[in-house]
C-alpha cells in the first residue's frame, strides 16, 4: 500500500474482505489494472472506491464480486480465498449484488421481471419469486411500474430497479458501479439514499465506486486509487487533499 | 416468470431473424414429410390395394423396378398345388401412358379369379368374357382420363370400349384401369407371361413360411406378403433412399440456419450473459437456455414444417405424374418422427453457441 494511505481501517466488526499483494495484469503484462493492492473490508462498511479513468476501480469491483482472477496475490472473503470457491456462481448469487452504472436492465422483461431473475438460481416457487420482486419494487417506491418495460421507465427509475434486483437474494455486500453516472442530480440523490438505506437498515456492506467526491464523502471510508496502487484509505472528508484526477 | 418464459422471451426479440430461421427449418422439414410420406405411401397404397382384392401372398419378380418383370403363366400350376395356397389369381401389371395421362396403372386380371370380386361397379357393367373388347376404370382413373361408359380409350395401339366405373376400395384399385388377362396380354405382346401371382391362402397357413416354400419351388420369381414386394423392392429401396437423401440435405440446410442464428444471438447477447452470471445464474444455467432456444426454435419449425409438407403433398399428389398412384402415407408416426427430427436439429445446432456461451467472461458486465 502507498504510504499515503491511512491502513484499513480499524471498525471492530469482523474482516469480510481481505486482499494483499492483489494484482492484475493484462495483455501479457502489457497493462498494469492492479499492482498489488492490500486492504481489509469489514462487515458491514461503506466504502467509496475512488480515482480517474484507468486507475483499476472496475477491476478492484470484478475481484469483489468474484467477476475475474487476479494474476497474483490473494483476495478473501470471510477467510476463504475468492479464487478458490467451489462455487462463484453461488458466491454471486447470494453474497453479492451487483449495480452497474448503465442499470443492466433486461430489455424483455418487465421491471419485476428483471428483479426475479437473480432468483431463479435460489430455487424458489414461481409465486414466492413473484411477489418478493414486488415487494422490493415497493420498496424502492416503484409499485406503480411493476409491470413496465425499461423502456418505459425514466434513469432514476431503471436504477431503482436495479437496485432491487441486486437485493433479490438479501446479500451480504452490495458493489455498485458508478451507480449514478447516468442519472440527473435528483435522480442520484434518491438512488444514493436507496443504497446508503440498505446499507443501514439491513447491514449490508456496501462498496461503491464513484468519480463523485460528494458521494464518495457520503461513505464512511474512501479507497482511492491511482495507476492500479491504492493511495489512500481513510475519512472520505481529506479527500480533498488527495485530488482523484 | 419461469425459465421458459426467459426461453422464449429471448426468441421473439428478433421476430424477423426467429421467423426466418423457423422457415428454413420448416423447409427442410417439409421436405421430409412430402418425400418420404410419398415414398412409404407407395408402398401403402399397394398393401391396401392388396387387402382390397384379399390378396395374401405376392408372387412376383420385382428386381430394380417398380413394377414386376414378366415371368411364364405356368408358373401359377406349381403354386396352387402347394399346401395352404386356397385360390392364386395371375395379373399382369404396367405403368403405361395413356392418352393425355403420363403414368396409369393397367391390370389384366385372369378372367373370374378373386381379384375381379373386390371391384364394385359404379355405373355400367362389367366384361361380357375374357375376350370382349373392354375395360373398366377405378373411379380415379376415370376422373383423371374424363372417361364414362360408352367412351373408348387407346391403349397401346387398340382402341378399347369402357364398359364399367368400378370403386376398387382402395386408391391403387381406383386408380388403374382392369382388363383381361388375355387381353391386356395381347396388347403387350406378352403372350403367356404375367408378371405377379395374387396368392389367397388357408386360415391358419403360415405365411412367412408359404412364403419361403413358394422361393424354394419357384426360383424365377420372389414371394412376399401382400406389401412387402414392394417395401422389398430395390426400386422402392432407391426411391426411399433418395427421398431420405434429399430430406437431409434440407436438414443440413435447416441445421446451419439454426446454428447461424443462435450464434449471432450469442454474439449479440455477450454482455447480457454477462450480466446474467454476474447475478448469479450458472453456466449451466445459460447453455441450457441457449439449448433450450434452438429446440425451440426446432419444435415449432417442425411443426410449420409438417403443415407445410401436408400443403406440399396435397399439391403433389394432383400432380399429372403421380395422380391416382399412390395416397401419401401421413400418419401420426411420420409427423412425430418429423417434428423429432426438428427438435433434433435445434438442439445439435445449439451446442456449439451454448459452448460459446459458456465461454463469456462474467467480467464483461462491468464493462460499458
Known amino acids: 500500500m502507498n504510504s499515503n494511505s491511512s491502513g484499513p481501517k480499524e471498525t471492530g466488526s469482523a474482516t469480510l474482505f481481505e486482499a494483499s499483494g492483489l494484482k492484475k495484469d493484462f495483455d501479457d503484462g502489457q497493462v498494469l489494472a492492479l499492482r498489488g493492492v492490500d486492504f481489509k473490508i469489514a462487515e458491514g462498511e461503506f466504502v467509496a472506491i475512488v480515482g480517474p479513468s484507468g486507475s483499476g476501480k472496475t477491476t478492484l469491483l470484478q475481484m469483489l464480486g468474484a467477476l475475474d482472477r487476479p494474476s497474483s496475490g490473494t483476495l478473501k472473503y470471510r477467510g476463504q480465498s475468492l479464487f478458490d470457491l467451489p462455487d462463484p456462481a453461488a458466491y454471486r448469487a447470494h453474497e453479492i449484488g451487483f449495480v452497474f452504472q448503465s442499470f443492466h436492465l433486461l430489455p424483455t422483461f418487465t421491471a419485476v421481471e428483471n428483479v426475479e431473475i437473480p432468483m431463479f438460481e435460489d430455487h424458489k416457487p414461481r409465486a414466492e419469486r413473484t411477489t418478493r420482486a414486488v415487494d422490493l419494487l415497493k420498496s424502492v417506491g416503484l409499485e406503480q411500474r411493476v409491470n413496465h418495460f425499461p423502456a418505459k421507465l425514466s434513469g432514476g427509475e431503471r436504477q431503482r430497479v436495479a437496485i432491487a434486483r441486486s437485493v433479490a437474494n438479501f446479500p451480504s455486500v452490495l458493489l455498485a458501479d458508478e451507480p449514478t453516472g447516468n442519472l440527473d442530480t435528483e435522480s442520484a440523490k434518491h438512488v444514493l439514499d436507496l443504497l446508503t438505506s440498505f446499507h443501514r437498515d439491513r447491514h449490508m456492506t456496501l462498496i461503491l465506486v464513484t468519480h463523485d467526491m460528494s458521494i464518495a464523502r457520503r461513505a464512511a471510508r474512501a479507497l482511492q486509487m491511482v495507476d492500479g496502487h491504492i493511495v489512500f484509505d481513510g475519512d472520505p472528508a481529506k479527500l480533498s487533499m488527495h485530488p482523484i484526477v | 416468470m419461469t425459465f421458459f418464459d426467459v426461453v422464449t422471451r429471448s426468441l421473439t426479440r428478433r421476430r424477423l431473424r426467429t421467423s426466418l430461421t423457423l422457415l428454413g427449418i420448416a423447409v427442410g422439414i417439409a421436405a421430409v414429410v412430402a418425400l418420404i410420406g410419398l415414398s412409404r405411401g407407395l408402398v401403402s397404397s399397394w398393401t391396401s390395394g392388396m387387402k382390397s382384392r384379399g390378396t395374401d401372398i405376392v408372387v412376383a419378380n420385382m428386381r430394380g423396378s417398380l413394377t414386376p418383370k414378366p415371368f411364364p403363366a405356368s408358373t401359377r400350376d406349381r403354386i396352387a398345388r402347394l399346401p395352404g395356397v386356397s385360390a392364386t389369381c395371375m395379373i399382369l401389371v404396367d405403368l403405361m401412358s395413356i392418352e393425355n395421362a403420363e403414368l396409369m396403372i393397367v391390370s389384366g386380371r385372369e378372367w373370374g379369379c378373386f381379384a375381379w370380386d373386390n371391384l364394385k361397379l359404379v355405373s355400367g357393367r362389367m366384361p361380357n368374357d375374357q375376350n370382349e373388347r373392354a375395360v373398366i376404370f377405378g373411379t380415379a382413373a376415370a376422373d383423371i382420363l374424363k372417361k364414362k361408359v360408352g367412351d373408348t380409350v387407346q391403349i397401346e395401339t387398340e382402341e378399347l370400349a369402357v364398359v364399367g366405373i368400378v370403386n376398387g376400395g ?14 391386356l396380354q395381347q396388347i403387350m405382346g406378352n403372350q403367356n407371361q404375367v408378371s405377379a401371382i395374387d396368392v389367397r391362402v388357408t386360415p391358419g397357413t403360415d405365411i412367412q413360411r408359404l412364403c419361403a416354400e413358394i422361393d424354394r419351388l419357384v426360383p424365377e420369381a ?47 447477447r455477450k454482455q447480457e450473459i454477462a450480466i446474467l452470471l454476474a447475478l448469479g445464474w450458472r453456466q449451466s444455467r445459460i447453455v441450457r437456455m441457449i439449448l433450450w432456444e434452438s429446440a425451440l426454435l426446432g419444435f415449432f419449425g417442425g411443426i410449420i414444417g409438417v403443415l407445410l409438407g401436408i400443403i406440399g403433398v396435397q399439391l403433389l399428389k394432383h400432380a399429372p405424374a403421380l395422380r391416382g398412384m399412390l395416397e401419401p402415407d401421413l400418419g401420426a408416426n411420420l409427423m412425430l418422427e418429423a417434428v423429432a427430427i426438428a427438435v433434433f436439429v435445434g438442439v445439435l445446432s445449439g451446442l456449439y453457441p451454448a459452448w460459446r456461451s459458456s465461454r463469456v467472461a462474467p467480467s464483461l458486465a462491468l464493462h460499458g
Do not use: C, K, Q
Open chain 2, 170 to 183: 382402395a386408391f391403387v384399385e381406383n386408380g388403374s384401369l382392369v382388363l383381361s388377362l388375355p387381353l
Open chain 2, 222 to 268: 420372389h414371394a412376399d406378403p401382400a406389401g412387402e414386394h414392394i417395401a422389398g423392392s430395390e426400386g422402392y429401396r432407391v426411391i426411399n433412399a433418395m427421398s431420405w437423401g434429399t430430406s437431409l440435405l434440407a436438414v443440413v440446410v435447416g441445421v446451419l440456419g439454426v446454428t447461424n442464428t443462435m450464434l449471432m444471438s450469442v454474439f449479440e
